[in-house]
């Protein structure tokens, strides 16, 4: 069996996302072993889950740092330390320092709950997203897989997987049904980044 990529995982919440990936790599659907789980969060769920599957775990917090530089110099040695090749972000809340996106350039990836590039950006996370595709009268929606860089969402789209937007939905309903299509999603793109589906020929 070919050698599997070693992921880090990124989260700031419930983490069903890197719940999806937990199990996808469990099944071999995923060419890739999650190493590494990283919180911005303390308190966040996601961290049980990483934990019951037995991973290790970090909680990465800016504040607890003197400075910016050292924050991410440590965030830098820990990824070196478990020698990961692959950041999934999964509900991450905070931008990755500098350091980290160059580092790790092609290979971070990001899953947002709405078809990038609409509804997009900062600000547009949760249920905001949601609120806005029905202000929009969109009729479909989704989330997008896409590679990460300094700015919000605005990474080069790998994979994306459309729902409808029914009238009677809330912003609730649809947020629903996109995390189950995220869910689906990104085990398959987060597979296919590591098998070099996307390398430019
Ligand atoms: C998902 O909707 C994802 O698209 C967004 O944050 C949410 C994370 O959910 N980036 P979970 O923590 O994976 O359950």
Redesign the pocket.
Known sequence: MSRKARVAVF????????QSLIDASKASKLSGKIVLVVSSKEEAY?LQRAKKAGIDTFVYRGKNYPSKEEAARDLFEMLAAYEVEYIA????MKLLPELIVRKYEDRIT????ALLPKFGGKGM??HHVHEAVLAAGEKESG?TVHLVDEIYDNGRILMQEKVPVLPEDTPDSL?AR??KA?HHLYPIALDNLIKGKYSDE
């Open positions: 989260i700031s919440g419930g983490g069903s996302n890197l996601g972000l999964a509900g991450y990001n899953i947002h709950p996370y949760g989330p947020a996109v995390l995220e």
